[in-house]
């Protein structure tokens, strides 16, 4: 298994309230991402990471911001927690390198983040 | 749009009937398609990643296909333990960006 690791595994939050998750991979890839999962729309990228301090929106990126100060560390921000961002987050990793065998990302085991 | 669709939504299969899922992508340029099982409460864990037409992929009872359009998760003699959510995704060429189908729940009865 990839070493991939989330904290907090559960959180119940208030509205208005800042919240960080953090992503700890064990395995030095390059590309890490964060995704909400929702029932009916599937996995949907918020922030991605090609490197540390380089970071980029994904589709769903609206009330989330994102820090790597280190190759092993992802952290997604809910700056002001709002209850549409109730959700399921999986942190993802992956190595793109010239061999194509290495475009797999693998993923952690998720947070279940409740706004109340 | 680039999107990914899967189908059917959900399944239910007998122990030893055998069926295929199906994932029909439109991207721009395929860089890769990737197919995953994930159990409930669980992060998707990966099954094969398939890179060009004609190519296929088998692991224990699963095999995967891939076509210019689409992609088959064949499913031979499934059993009760084959139960999950089988999700695809395309990796489109120049991004950094996977895009996820909605994922096929399977259920095998025993």
Not at chain 1, 40 to 46: A, F, M, S, V, Y
Not at chain 2, 1 to 29: F, H, I, K, M, W
Request: with cysteine; glycine share 8%; net charge neutral.
């Amino acid at each position: 298994d990839a070493g991939i690791t989330q904290s907090p595994r559960h959180k119940v939050t208030e509205t208005g309230t800042p919240v960080t998750l953090r992503c700890h991979q064990t395995e030095n890839h390059r590309y890490m991402y964060w995704y909400r999962q929702d029932p009916g729309h599937g996995l949907r990228l918020i922030h991605y990471s090609y490197g540390v301090k380089d970071t980029d929106k994904g589709e769903v990126s609206d009330g989330y911001s994102v820090s790597r100060s280190k190759t092993e560390d992802f952290l997604l921000t809910l700056e002001s927690a709002t209850s549409s961002q109730t959700s399921v987050y999986f942190c993802a990793i992956s190595e793109s390198l010239a061999g194509k065998e290495t475009d797999t990302q693998y993923f952690g085991p998720g947070t279940r983040l409740t706004v109340l | 749009e680039d999107q990914v669709t899967q189908s059917p939504e959900a399944l239910r299969l007998q122990e030893g009937e055998s069926s295929s899922l199906n994932c029909s992508y439109t991207v721009s340029g395929l860089r890769g398609l990737f197919w995953y099982r994930q159990d409930p409460g669980k992060g998707p864990e990966f099954l094969f990643t398939l890179y060009s037409a004609g190519e296929e992929k088998e692991k224990e009872r699963l095999k995967a296909t891939l076509t210019k359009k689409e992609s088959f998760l064949h499913i031979t003699a499934p059993k009760p333990e084959d139960s999950a959510t089988y999700l695809c995704a395309v990796y489109e060429k120049g991004t950094y960006k996977y895009i996820f189908g909605t994922g096929t729940r399977l259920k095998v009865l025993a």
